[in-house]
């Protein structure tokens, strides 16, 4: 990186280094760019969109890898230098790594407190990010949002936790509740075996290995479901990008 900007009243340019989570425009001149940094979690960064265009390197998008210096005043931050890896899967978007990055990146953005570093999640990121380039965007994304669960202090009793149907949403969708103990009042679902063991492998998944996944098409739909309920239930905050979801059955 090279010389840096003076900003009256901000504290000395600090670096920073990142995943892009979020960037959206804040007037003609500005980005608000949200990013998960491995130094302090999530930050919200105002970028120039001039100084964006005459210092970068790299397209600032989602899921790209950012190495930054940002001044900060007042809890308000502002990117001065940068240097992106661009992700290709977000450049050369399909409907389904759409759908199912938008997913994600909420899942992130819902149970994660700003300013709350953790270099599994970080890490975490890093590895989807690189993972949604080669493989099924579906599974990639199925997998790391349980691990993103895992690593936010929600890790799952996959062997003993009871799980009941709950209603439906306004999709339609069941509701899945998961407890520890009997609900007299909600009708448990006996999960099949299988279904626990390949939860219990993605939750162990070992990323960058040469470990294949055996599963049964019935059982990821399954997990997939008890994902969404299960996050929901964690975090108490609906998934509105589900809605992308189903929209698109057909999504592979």
Known sequence: MKGRTRYGGFTPSRSYDGIILKLKKAGIRQQVMTV?????GILTVF???NRQARQ???TL??????????????????LTEY????????????????????????????IMEPHQADEDIYRLLVVYGRAIEVKNPRIVTIIAAWQLIGWAGFYPDTAQVRIYADGRDSQGQVIYFFSDTMEQDKQEIILPDSV???????????????????????????????????FCQCSEKKLKSLSLFYSAPMLP
């Open 47 to 49: 970028v120039e969109r």
């Open 196 to 230: 626990r063991s390949l939860w219990e492998t993605m939750l162990q998944y070992p990323w960058g290995q040469a470990a294949t996944l055996h599963f049964k098409a019935r059982d990821v739909d399954l997990a997939e479901q008890l994902l969404y309920s299960y």
């Open 61 to 78: 998008i989602a899921l790209g890898e950012i190495t930054f210096d940002a001044v900060e005043k007042n809890g308000v931050y502002r």
């Open 36 to 40: 998960y940094t491995r130094q302090e």
């Open 56 to 58: 970068g390197y790299g």
């Open 83 to 110: 240097e992106c890896r661009s992700n290709t899967a977000m450049m050369n978007l399909t409907w389904s790594v759409y759908v199912y990055t938008q997913i994600f990146l909420e899942m992130v953005m819902n």
